[in-house]
Every structure is written in C-alpha cells, then in structure tokens.
C-alpha cells in the first residue's frame, strides 16, 4: 500500500513530504519508541508509528530506509527535526490518535505488523 | 582482492551531542550512494556506523568514525577517548546496557547497540581500555549483500 492511500484513509497530517508520498510503498507498519530495536529489525518499506519527535527518529529513519514516520498524540516536532526530515527525504506524518487507535486504524485498512509479513 | 582506496574520510564525533549526534553516520550513508553501492550493502553499513556513533555520542567524550572505501569492501573504525568498556562479552549481549535515562529518552540504550553492529557486518573487531576508549572496526564486503538483517 502506498503512503498516499493510507493519507487519503485515516486522518493523519502530513508534515514533511508530500510530494513523495506517492512513491512510498509501505510493506508493513512498525510501532516502537526504542530506535535501537527499529534499527535491529528494520527492512525497507516499513512504517514507523512512534512517539519520539527528535532528530534521532529522522535519521534512524534514512539510514534504515523506512517508508515514513507518523507521530502520535498530536506532538509536534522542532524545526530542527522538521528540516532534516526534509533534507534527508524521510515522509513525516503527525496525527492525534494515540499509539494504539492509530495502529487499530492502519490494521482495519489491510496493513500489518512486520514480524507477520 | 583489489586493495585501492577509492575513498577516505574521516569524522569526528561529539561525545554527549545527541542533537547532532548521527550526522557523521548520515553523511557516511551519502558517500556510499554516491559511490552507487546497492541500497542493502548501505543500509547494514549505515546501520552499524550509526550504532557505532551512537555508542561514541552515549558514553564517550570524544571519538571519530574512519570510512576507507576500496572496490571490495567497506571498512568503517569508529575509535573514542571515553570509558572504555569492561568486559567486552557481557556488552555484545543483546538487552545488556548501561545507558542513562537522558539515553533511553531518546530512543537508544537498549543493549542493541554492538550486536546489531555485529549482525549487519561481515567482520567486526573490538578493542578496549578501560579508562582510555575503545576501537570498533567494522568490515561490509561489497559484493555480499548480506541476509542478516532481512531475515530479522
């Protein structure tokens, strides 16, 4: 599933990269706060659900080439995160729901978890 | 094996940035796309040298990340002056950690660190001195693209 389809389904805020979300094909959705476990398990084209904002998510992120980032309960990350995401073309996605309704949400349209793919 | 150095740099790493903390890893990952090496052979060395930097950022005072490129293999040494570390076995055991609160605020210390080095490396040495630093060397072939990290 493409980044965009889950965009156009669940309400989620798109804060960095719009214009890539049409590439991004995600594979299966992760949701963590520890970036040493992501960084142990990761595989291209997973989605991180996390509620981390700091710099260390964006550059996690990149180097594990991650499809996208989306935060939860409504945190905002600095401009300093903001701008990296930016630089290093990482989707960052902001969204009210907490952890769990917004897994239960991306469940509900099809996508799953990384250890069942 | 073809032992010609294409590429060198070296990166300093700040012990205790953790805001810039990574950066050195992040433009290590750029060299190696620019050299056009395969999405997976940059990941496991993005990773390790992360993980290595990370360490250096967590406990050290000062260290750096060495990258020497050669057609064959990437060979990343991440060397810090800092605490050294006391017994190298109990380190590379997975959940082992000693890492502060400030460190797991952010999402690191959770004893992955080395064995997650290891797992995306072909070869990976380790050296300590307690009081004095410690030396990481981790080896990517480039023409072995690795399943460790895939199988996960």
Known sequence: MRLEEIVEAIDVEVLVGEEWLPQREITTVSACDLMSDVLAFAKPGILLVTGLTNSQVVRTAAIAQLAGVIIVRGKRPGADTIELARKMQVPLLSTSMHMFELCSELAKIGLVGTRTQ | ?152
């Open chain 2, 1 to 152: 094996m073809n032992n010609e150095v294409v590429f060198s740099q070296e990166l300093e790493v700040e012990g205790g940035d953790f805001v810039r903390g990574g950066e050195s890893s992040c433009r290590i990952l750029e060299i190696l796309k620019e050299l056009a090496f395969s999405p997976a052979i940059v990941r496991r060395a993005g990773i390790a040298a992360y993980e290595a930097e990370m360490n250096i950022v967590m406990y050290a005072e000062q260290g750096n990340l060495n990258l020497t490129v050669t057609p064959d293999r990437i060979v990343i040494v991440a060397e810090d002056r800092g605490p050294g570390i006391e017994d190298i076995d109990l380190a590379m055991q997975e959940g082992y950690s000693t890492a502060t609160d400030e460190i797991r605020e952010m999402g690191f210390g959770a004893g992955m660190g080395l064995p997650n080095i290891k797992k995306n490396s072909d070869d990976m040495e380790i050296s300590s001195s307690v009081g004095e630093g410690t030396r990481v060397q981790i080896v990517i072939r480039a023409n072995h693209e690795g399943t460790s990290s895939e199988a996960a």
